[in-house]
């Protein structure tokens, strides 16, 4: 709620304000100058923040029977922990810590300023040039963030794509999108370090394309998240974790000790505010409706929230091809969406694989207006386990993006 979704995305609202603002002319209004007060886009982020953290920490003090105590917790043995010099024991304990930014070993890191995704909530300024090493998705939403609020801003990224987890032509159309806005991309960065440069900081490719080195006044780290169980001892539970330190857990989200359970980032089974939720779900069903609940039962589905959206769901095209199976598949610009053109936000494809045989969906991309919310249509299907022809015979609200899916699953070819 203070670092990750709930002020993320409050901050690409703003942006998103001021980029509509900006093509007032396309639109039919006028306005003056357009320039962003980062004083108040801040105070707007924080009440957002501030508005969750209050509901969340009276919901859960008004529990029953339940304690709130604030302080770092250790473990001091399998059944119990210290926190602020008290030992609480009890017969379960569930892990739920979360994650960081990760601060990789690069040469001068220790010598420059950085930001990450924790200190980015407290700029009430305008960086000039913001550089930011890492253009996956949490570099994304910052770049164009701040793009859209009149920074400059260079995204250095070591890979020869943007957001590598995602399909090629998904990366490119990301990429299109950025770099209209003005964005900067340098690809195939290899050899990233840091250096001072006048007021502000270099970042060198060495081992990359000309020109080596982008001079920013700011630098913002997006390269990952570490999970924070190194400081929680609990080598003295005998809790296992994995080469990267998250936690090992079953299929159930239990450790290798029995009482002991792991949830959300800190399990390495998911890096989203819903997966964690979803674990949570899990583990109590399991314990207390005496249901049987699986990780493995859960499809996985995320929102990359630059403008416009990306919704994604199921199997990736390189996913698909892996598994063997015959699939059909289709993609279909977004500039064909009618809804699309009337908003004036066009940019963006949908793609859609299902399988041959069961007509079942096997995943699917909407890079457009509305991407993170249509993508459900097709989410909840794939849970229903339903062919994609229910799709094609619902009738769907005009003038809608998910109007257009029966329309795209109508044009269904083999997947190669
Ligand atoms: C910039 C950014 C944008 C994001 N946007 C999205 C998004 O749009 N959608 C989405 O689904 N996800 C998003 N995420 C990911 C999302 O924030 C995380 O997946 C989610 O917060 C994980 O929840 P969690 O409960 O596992 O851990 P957290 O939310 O990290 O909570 C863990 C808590 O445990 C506390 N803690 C840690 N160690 C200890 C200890 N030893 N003792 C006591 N307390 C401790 C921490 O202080 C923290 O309060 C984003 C993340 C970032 C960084």
């Not at 990366?171 to 290899?190: C, D, H, M, T, Y």
């Not at 296992?240 to 936690?247: E, K, R, S, V």
């Not at 493995?296 to 698909?320: F, H, K």
């Amino acid at each position: 709620m203070n670092t990750g979704c709930i002020p993320t995305k409050t901050l690409v609202a703003s942006a998103y304000a001021i980029h509509v603002a900006g093509r007032g002319a396309e639109y039919g209004f006028a306005v003056g100058d357009v320039r962003v007060d980062m004083k108040r886009v801040k105070a707007r982020k924080d009440a957002a923040s501030a508005r969750s953290n209050k509901g969340v920490e009276e919901w859960l003090r008004g529990t029953k029977n339940c304690t709130v105590i604030e302080g770092h917790a250790r473990f001091q043995s399998s059944n119990s922990v210290v926190v602020n010099d008290e030992v609480l024991e009890a017969d379960k304990i569930y892990i739920n810590v979360g994650g960081r930014a990760r601060v990789p070993d690069m040469p001068g890191i220790h010598d420059v300023p950085f930001l990450d995704n924790s200190s980015m909530m407290d700029i009430d300024f305008l960086p000039k040039h913001l550089v930011i090493v890492g253009g996956s998705y949490v570099g994304l939403e910052f770049a164009q963030i701040y793009r859209r609020f009149g920074s400059e801003v260079t995204v250095v990224e070591m890979g020869p794509r943007l957001i590598w987890r995602e399909d090629e032509d998904i990366s490119q159309a990301v990429r299109e999108i950025v770099e209209a806005e003005g964005i900067q991309i340098r690809l195939n960065a290899k050899c990233i370090s840091l250096a001072k440069h006048g007021d502000g900081v270099a970042v060198r490719m060495e081992c990359s394309d000309d020109p080596k080195e982008v001079a920013g006044t700011h630098v913002l780290l997006a390269v990952g998240r570490v999970p924070n169980t190194s400081d929680l001892d609990l080598e003295r539970a005998g809790v296992t974790t994995d080469q990267h330190g998250y936690i090992v857990v079953d299929d159930e989200l239990q450790t290798n000790v029995p009482g002991i359970w792991a949830l959300g980032d800190c399990n390495g089974r998911g890096a989203f505010t819903h997966t964690s939720y979803n674990d949570y779900e899990i583990v109590a069903d399991n314990l207390f409706n005496a249901d049987h609940r699986r990780v493995s039962d859960r499809i996985q589905a995320y929102g990359l929230y630059i403008d416009p959206p990306l919704g994604r769901c199921g199997m990736t095209d390189a996913e698909v091809r892996k598994s063997g199976r015959r699939a059909l598949a289709v993609k279909y610009p977004m500039s064909k969406v009618s809804r699309a053109y009337e908003k004036g936000e066009m940019q963006g494809l949908m793609k859609i694989c299902v399988d041959a045989e069961t007509k079942q969906i096997l995943g699917a991309a909407i890079l457009g207006v509305g991407g993170d919310e249509v993508i459900h249509v097709l989410l909840d299907m794939m849970y229903a386990k339903a062919p994609y022809t229910v799709v094609q015979r619902a009738m769907h609200i005009h003038p809608t993006v998910s109007e257009f899916l029966p329309t795209i699953l109508a044009k269904l070819e083999p997947f190669v």
